[in-house]
């Protein structure tokens, strides 16, 4: 194999790919309103998100498995603890911060952040993830 | 060998911006590993959430420093003329710095996006494509004037194209979280297992032309076949993304397929390599080099590669996604492939810009250097495996809770912070032999 030929693989390798790349990107977006619930997606949901990356969750926990592995997996949080549970959670928080040994720093959130974030969570369980977690405990 | 280009100075103080950056992001690693293991250091001042996206906007900086670094370096001695603009390539460093650290202070003090590694507050992230497109710019102009044109500045034009484009999707911040993710990982995918590696390879290629002396040709095909296989398998590889997140179960298929070959490019790499160095009729004085630069392969092999390849197949994935497996292979992938190369380039470039230039001083402190740095990352890599070994077990397979987990995994916290301490001193010693010693002896 000379130069020229192995440049004309990497451009015929190239647009075979990213031909079939978009064309299953497509099938992914046309899958979405099934798999995440979109008609569900509410405005308290799409606040919720908003707190969520205010404080930047994801650079402590994980969501869907995406994150940094230093605090709890959060996609099935409201299936494993109960809304009430995780409304106590950010309740505090929101006063003190939470937690003994890894603590959640304290975060300005109002009552509209609070409702909205357990409207986010409990969409986000609702996300079809092709059974992950393996199991309750994330 | 000395410059040959007067606009290739240019090139020093992004080396010299990038090494600041790399121990301001090893000082914050330190920082995260302490607290894995005493939770309460540091906070709430700086608590985990903001150091851990310090640590990595900084080496995502750094990393793109050393990338324009190196490319003002080769480009003039591969086009066969000067840098269109050596003001442009000043402003851009500055607006660069200055960008990028206002970004890392801001983290200090809360301001932040939310997305995992693009945290850049919305200004920050239109101050960024404007000193890629800048930069860009000035690369495309240098390559027009010069007398030459060669497959190593396209691959690195082509990879610098890539970087600004898939960037774009930053931008993109739909409500729905499934679709977020699915373009996020447009921006990290694509750029770290995508046009990253083309970037890479060109500047592998350079430095394996330049310290063996063999053919241009040979080492230009060995390149296209790099990067052929890098989209190839890397493209359609996003798909190992893709597994869990509320996107189809093809994916679980296709992402196996492709993934698992991934790491073909990086064993091309290797061969590439051995074989220029094989074919070398002389032996390079700059050891040194030679070392980051067959290193990189092998380390990047070993990262990406083969801690990739453990587990990317979705039927282990299924347990270890999202543990601390990932950190374990992001960390041996990243600094074999990304830091290594860069730290490859300055290696060869910077002799050759000091004044009196081209003179190899001795090279123990930078030897060892290499050694220890290299061989700590490898043992952080293991230390991580270990712990993501048990938390897969742990907490997947018994379904043992998160905290209860984490419990059982501190022996591996202390020995990454163990071997993260020993990294910081190989790094110690190479800044004192890049700064302290080497300077005095190249008066």
Redesign the interface.
């Known amino acids: ?3 020229a030929s ?2 004309n ?2 451009i015929g ?2 647009v075979i ?2 031909a ?2 978009l064309y ?2 497509v ?3 046309k ?2 309103p099934a ?2 619930n ?1 008609p569900q ?1 509410t405005e308290e ?2 606040w919720g ?1 908003k707190v ?9 926990h ?12 959060l996609v099935n949080v409201i299936e494993r603890r109960g809304e009430a549970y995780v409304r106590v959670v950010l309740e505090t928080a929101a006063i003190q ?1 939470w937690g003994t ?3 959640m ?2 975060f300005d959130l109002s009552k509209k952040d609070i409702d909205s974030l357990v409207e986010f969570f409990k969409w ?1 369980g609702k ?4 059974n ?7 | 060998m000395t410059y040959k280009y007067e606009s290739q100075r240019v090139a020093f103080p992004y080396f010299v911006a990038a090494l600041g950056l790399f121990a301001a992001q090893i000082l914050f690693g330190i920082v995260i590993g302490i607290q894995y293991l005493a939770p309460d250091f540091l906070f709430p001042a700086i608590p985990f959430n903001i150091a851990r996206m310090i640590h990595i906007n900084l080496l995502v900086v750094w990393i793109i420093f050393g990338f324009m670094g190196s490319a003002y370096y080769l480009l003039p001695e591969e086009v066969e003329g000067e840098i269109y603009s050596v003001k442009l390539a000043w402003l851009h460093f500055w607006m660069f710095l200055v960008g990028g650290a206002t970004a890392i202070v801001g983290y200090l003090f809360r301001w932040h996006d939310g997305r995992e590694f693009l945290e850049q507050p919305f200004i920050i992230k239109v101050a960024i494509v404007i000193v890629v497109l800048m930069f860009i710019f000035n690369m495309v102009m240098t390559m027009i004037k010069g007398r030459r044109r060669t497959s190593i500045t396209i691959v690195l034009l082509i990879g610098f194209l890539g970087l600004a484009l898939f960037y774009l999707f930053a931008f993109f911040k739909p409500d729905n979280m499934v679709m977020d993710k699915y373009f996020w990982w447009w921006v990290v995918h694509m750029w770290v297992e995508g046009v990253w590696e083309l970037i890479m390879a060109a500047i592998l290629s350079f430095l394996l032309i330049k310290l063996t002396g063999v053919d241009r040709e040979v080492a230009e095909k060995w390149l296209y076949i790099i990067i052929g296989l890098t989209f190839l398998t890397g493209i359609i590889g996003t798909g190992h993304h893709y597994y869990w997140i509320g996107t189809p179960e093809f994916w679980q298929i296709w992402g196996a397929w492709f993934s698992a070959i991934e790491v073909l490019p990086f064993v091309a790499m290797i061969a590439f390599s051995l074989r220029m160095v094989s074919l070398r009729s002389r032996k390079h004085p700059n050891g040194a080099a030679l070392h980051w630069t067959i290193g990189t392969a092998i380390v990047s092999f070993l990262g990406a590669g083969v801690l990739g390849f453990m587990h990317t197949l979705p039927q282990i994935n299924y347990y270890t996604h999202g543990t601390q497996m990932t950190a374990s292979h992001g960390h041996l992938a990243f600094f074999g492939a990304y830091a290594m190369i860069v730290m490859a380039m300055a290696s060869y470039a910077v002799p050759n810009l000091r004044r009196k230039t081209g003179e190899i001083m001795s090279q123990k402190a930078e030897i060892f250097a290499f050694w220890t740095m290299v061989i700590s990352m490898v043992c952080i890599a293991l230390s991580l495996t270990g712990a993501g070994v048990v938390q897969s077990y742990l907490q997947r397979v018994l379904a043992t809770s998160y905290m209860e987990t984490q419990s059982h995994m501190g022996i591996f916290y202390g020995m990454r912070l163990f071997f993260g301490a020993t990294f910081t001193l190989g790094f110690i010693v190479y800044l004192y032999d890049f700064f302290l010693l080497k300077r005095a002896t190249s008066r």
């Open positions: 194999m000379n130069k192995a440049r693989m990497f390798a190239t790919v990213s079939i790349f299953m990107t099938l992914s977006i899958a979405m798999r995440a979109t997606l949901v799409a998100k969520w990356e205010k404080h930047a969750c994801i650079d402590c994980t969501l869907m498995g995406e994150g940094a592995y230093y605090a709890p997996e911060g040994t890894r603590k720093p304290q986000m996300i079809e993830t092709s992950w977690p393996p199991n309750i405990e994330g």
